[in-house]
């Protein structure tokens, strides 16, 4: 397993337990393929540096994983399908 780092941009329009709800997802995402989440740091909301379908602020999320290519494959799966993240990224360490 590698370590990644990884960060998401939530849409501003949703609420507190939406948010909650997509992070854990997240995490769900990487527990079930043999990944694991070993920090979450949720920067907050936040002006972007330009403008995403009208939205001037987005919830930013960054993260660090273990994990091997299959968790990774999943998290793209999952950030491509939810409507809620506007964009996401994952390097490797």
């Known amino acids: 397993m590698q370590e990644y780092k990884g960060m998401f941009i939530i849409r501003p329009d949703q609420t507190e337990d939406q948010i909650k709800a997509i992070i854990e997802d997240v995490k769900k995402g990487f527990t079930e393929h043999n990944g694991e989440i070993t920090s979450v740091d949720e920067w907050g909301m936040r002006q972007l540096a330009y403008e ?4 001037k602020k987005g919830y930013y999320v960054l993260f660090i994983a273990n994990a091997d290519s299959e968790a990774i494959e999943e998290f793209n799966r999952i950030a491509n399908i939810h409507e809620d993240i506007m964009r996401h990224i994952i390097v490797r360490n």
Request: zero cysteines; charged letters at 50%; proline letters at 0%.
């Open 52 to 55: 995403i379908d009208d939205l």
